[in-house]
């Protein structure tokens, strides 16, 4: 079983910041890529930005220039900063990470889901 631990959501204010965490646990041999999701109410979930294991990043145009993926390999933990934040950003953000397990297999793991709402 692989376990995610998702914090930093909340309420912030148009043009501010925020930064999401997201940890992985359990039986893990290593970690491929790493992502963050996000749905809005009516929509569907959609990638917002990704990282493989080498470090190479991929963004939604909707956030280039704002947000900023990053990973720190030795605590499995993947951030996303969200930088001069707008409404059309609320939803609830979702982690995903694919692992290859203690057995040898691949598994693709989500998040439990943080809320962000960007709101004056």
């Known amino acids: 079983q692989v376990q995610l631990a998702e914090s930093g959501g909340g309420l912030v204010q148009p043009g501010g910041s925020l930064r999401l965490s997201c940890a992985a646990s359990g039986s893990i041999f290593s970690i491929n890529a790493m992502g963050w999701y996000r749905q809005a109410p009516g929509n569907l979930r959609e990638l917002v930005a990704a990282i493989t294991s080498g470090g190479s990043t991929n963004y939604a145009d909707s956030v280039k220039g704002r947000f900023t993926i990053s990973r720190d390999n030795a605590k499995n933990t993947v951030y996303l900063q969200m930088n001069s934040l707008k409404p059309e950003d609320t939803a609830v953000y979702y982690c995903?990470?694919?692992?290859?397990?203690?057995?040898?297999?691949?598994?693709?793991?989500w998040g439990q889901g943080t809320q962000v709402t960007v709101s004056s």
């Open positions: 995903n990470v694919q692992t290859v397990t203690m057995t040898l297999g691949i598994k693709v793991s």
